[in-house]
């Protein structure tokens, strides 16, 4: 499935499937695309994130109950991220949760939304209305350094300040949006939900004051401050704690799908855990084997090129007591040292919103 | 609509640039500012020095010798307080019309040093200057001086009074010194607001403004200085401590108060900003002038005298409102002092180091507080005396309670405990098994607010409320509590006994008495005008009128009002407490939280709700001689006299239930007495012999006693009345079912030694 932007996109736009979708991988040079990310602000076209309803009575017991996070009185000017897991722990997506008046909205990770759809139907036993808004709906994100002086320039300077992961519904040229300050890669962040008929004018309009990024770029921006991206990380029989998404799951609430797997991982204190590592200029393969003293002791979950550190960067899944920063491993035949996360400081971090 | 214009005919002032308005006046135009290091020892533990101190010898000099045994706040409130009278020329005023509004943010000691309650100190002014009309302490933190005036002129537009003496006072006291430097909000040198922003000064002082119609200021031949236009409360609904960074609270706040007034943006002359010199502060003023004013924010002044006297907190509204009273007489902008001269010109006008004259006929004066509390005032130029419309009447109805007492959690468990005859005084209630907020705010609050949450969850969801955001933006909240939170108040206090440089911090956000009505903003989303009322247990009737003011004015159609109080004191597991009762006498303490659903009955209808009874009207009278008394022990102050008077407030009432303030103390004698005199058609019962005296949510729940007896006749029962005070045992509830439908019902409400209300509901339709 294309993004409803897709046929605005240049020529030589290179596409990938990303799970059920085909997303804008990058428009020209990754790395440049990066550097306006990282630098001053780009525009995101994250069509490939479903937007799914959830209506009727019960639909706030509902999602309290599918979403591994306290969505009990998410009010509608919030919105937080959360796991969905499957009764054995298993991620099936990790969601953007919308508070909305009448229920919830999710927003599914990047092409996972055919598989989170089908999760939350199997588990609708309290009859509530679950409703698929791609058809209507899309979200464009802006990420950066500058990216509140765009949201200033594109639509109000007041909304630029909102507190992270607050919502606010705003007209934009006329146009009913859902505006919500959320951020990926460590730099400022917000997402706007549009309908798809406005969709073409907002980016447009938001490409004279931002450069656009594809996926590629996201996705290490996002692995350079350890936001997890599911589609690399959430790997077939790990658990959330193995994963190193435990801040995703919040197990003082008294039942979710999932929760008794959890604890059951909390409890057994087994398995692996995650680590960032950096090291050498070959991106080793998801997979391949991480060596200490000799020892196999994990494998790499995914690894790439970090401009932001000029290296390699990837995260090892290895014995929980290896999982420690500033450790030297060997993978592929290369020595890589193991870091504390983020893995660089983003350059928001040290500019104030005016 | 155009209501009675309220004028100030009287300013009094002392705080750490000036005894009076004069010198403070010559020091703000002079620029010279007040802020020194502390002289206390004491203090020297702290690398932050600078405050705004009053000299003794200026509060030593301005009182007769009467005064001098009085605690430091009183007086400080007392040379102010005589001031604005002696500049008002006010002499033989009715002094059942004659009203005090008081800010205060602090919980301040009596002369001995021990924690007295919120209200003790206007209860001293009003004894001694003769004032025995409406009497409301507001303490919505650092905007509380400026919340004061505003309540003042609603009071005189109700018609419950002539003439209000409105403002605030705090003093420099250590504990609250050091949780600001435990926040590090505190500036080591004198702060530079607006310009360098590295931290405020605490300060102290007071200030008074005395407010009457301006046709009877005329009338009598006093000058107007200024009229009180009009007010704006808003919350931010959005953090304990720090204002909302997009500004949106505050500049709701202006536009509201501009609206009450009439006027537009293009009106305002100058503003006087909040200007405490903390980042956050600064830079979220900032943009609520850009976002309130536009394009011309840079053309409109604005300066922050808190680089003169400190950060007074509940004084700072009141002392900043008289700066604007003066600003608006003289024409002259005070300005801004400590501006950085190498500060990067900016946008905006701040006034720096220099006062400017200009036209000025508008002043809005901004305050903000901690619990997300926002207030604007604006004040113009006097103008004739004209034509003016009564304040409408608005019928208003109760449509939701929310109790969360030892008897059970919402009015569900609460009214089956009430038939079955269940008795949990001193128990507090259990809140087990269920949070009322997201858990990663609920985990860090403290019991009050988890049980005002927890109440006004309840309330809500009991009056079947489901409002758009839209509409969530100005529901109202008014918060009533006697002493706020003792488990923050008193972990902040050992923490700072322990070591002063390492308080507990997230006690000291909620130390002030309005954090948990923020809380309950920030929780619910609501947005709407907020305040918070300390009348002890009185609080809640006091509460309600703000509430019915609100929506008579149209500034809301819905108001949730929530009334909570705790004890740490451990009680005797079923404790028997028999209100009224001769052989029973003796209070039990609680805890516990109720709140209501106060809803215009057009508002109500039009949605489909259904009402529990409507509020006929309202009264209180104050008066006592609070130095003498103890509230736990003696009724000589409350008086049969204070009783009647307060019925008299409401001279139609019929009522076939009263629900009194008794709680087992001797002042039930008298209540029950007069009460039975006077309406001897009525049964007469209280809510605290099932739950202990509750204080504050004690009032509340008599008030949401009254509501569901009407509506679903049943009433709390005194079971242990053997031997009334008063009357015989017919005279009393003895059993929860009535065996009549109620049509009136009357509520008492009771500060001892201060203030008695009054509330009377009646069936809905």
Redesign the interface.
Known sequence: MATVLANLHPEGTVYGEVGDSSVPLRFSESADEYRVLRERAAVLDLGGNRLIEITGPAAVDFAQRLLAR?V??????RCMMSLVLDESGQVVDQVLAFGR?NGILLESSCGAGTRLLEHLEEHNDEGVVITDRSADLTVLALEGPYAWGVVGRLID???A???FESVV?TEWNGTEIIFARTGFTGEYGYQMIVPVEAAAELWCQALEHAGAAGQEALELAMLEVRQPIPRHEATAGASVIEIGANWLV?V??DEFVGRDAVLAAFESGQGRRTVGFTGGDAIPEAGARVLAGGQDIGEVVHAVRSAGLGATLGLARVDAELAAAGLEFTVDGVEVTTLTSPYIVPKSWSI??I | MALRPVVVTGLGIICAIGRDPAEFWQRLMAGTGGLTPVLDESFAVFEARHAGQVPDEWIDGGLPDSDAGLDRTARLALIAARQAIEQAGLAGADPDRFGIILGKCQATPDAAGRYQPMHRTEDVVADRLGMRGPRILVSTACAAGGNAVGLAKDKILTGEADVVLAGGVDPLLFGTYAGFAGLKALSTGPCRPYSHSDGLNLGEGAAFLLLEPLDRALARGATPLAEVAGYGLSADAYHATAPDPTGRGGASAVRRALADAGLTTDDVGYVSGHGTGTPANDAMEAKVMRVVFGERAGRVPTSSIKSFVGHTLGAAGAVEAVASVLALRHGTAPPTIGFAEDAVPGDLDFVPNVARELPIDTVVSNNYAFGGNNVSLVLTTPRAAREYDELPAAAAVITGLGPVTGLGTGIGEVAEAIVTGRQAAGRPPSLDGRTFAPRSLWRHMNHLSRMAIAASRLAWEDAGLQLPRKELDDVGLVFATGAGSAESTGGFDESIAANPNKPAVLSFSNVVLNATGGAVCQTLGLRGPTTTICNGGASASIALDCALEMIRVGKADVVLVVAADETVATTAVDAVVSPYDRRHSGTVPGSAAVAFVVESAEHCARRGGRPYARVMGTGHASGGNPTTTDPTTTGQAVGGDLVARVLARLPGARPELVVGAGTGVPDDAEEAAVVLAALPGAVLTTSAGLTGDCQAATGAMNIAMAALAIRDCIAPALTGLVEPHAGDPASYVTKPDLPDPIGQALVLTAAPGSVRGAVLLGAAS
């Open positions: 306290d009990e009185y998410l009010t509608s000017e008046e300077g007041e909304l300040s909102l507190p519904e919040d003082t609430k104030p919103i």
